[in-house]
């Protein structure tokens, strides 16, 4: 016999299907969640994941001003950025960035989680985070997941 029985199926931009899915971070501890959407993003949790392309889902937030952190997180953990000229280091804790955007500390950290390439950037846009209830995406019937029921 010299035919194999099975093939490895790769999927590419053209056989990938990708739906919508909503995601409640309220209550939800922010590096749990943040891991658990990134393999969302990902696609790690479909069966023709390939690690090369966008076979991910599109994945919306909501209630990202009801996020928790253990510990001392709040006044302890620091956000940098540069300004791009020299000495323009600039920090926020993470109770300064909550109050300025609570939608911004999510981003950062399922961002982080992400591959650090074009494809990384590529599945970032997949994401949509909101403070309250309400998102603009309701056209897109996204299909709503616990958390809590997800490995």
């Known amino acids: 016999m010299n035919t194999l029985s099975y093939k490895t199926v790769s999927a590419n931009s053209a056989t990938v299907n ?12 922010l590096g749990r969640m ?6 969302l993003l990902r696609g790690k949790y479909k069966t023709n994941f390939t690690p090369h392309v966008d076979c ?10 009801k996020i928790n952190l253990t510990g ?12 791009g000229y020299p000495g323009g280091q600039r920090s926020l804790t993470a109770t300064e960035l909550f109050d300025k955007d609570p939608a911004r500390l999510v981003e950062n950290a399922v961002k982080g989680m992400l591959p650090k390439n074009k494809l990384g950037s590529a599945l ?22 616990n958390l809590n029921e997800i490995k």
């Open 56 to 65: 991910g889902d599109n994945v919306i937030v909501i209630n990202a001003d």
């Open 18 to 29: 990708k739906e919508w899915v909503l995601v409640d971070a309220d209550g939800q501890t």
């Open 124 to 145: 970032f846009r997949n994401l949509k985070v909101y403070s309250g209830t309400e998102h603009d995406q309701e056209a897109q019937k996204p299909k709503v997941i």
């Open 34 to 39: 943040s891991s658990i959407v990134a393999k």
């Open 72 to 83: 001392k997180k709040w006044t302890d953990k620091s956000y940098i950025r540069h300004t």
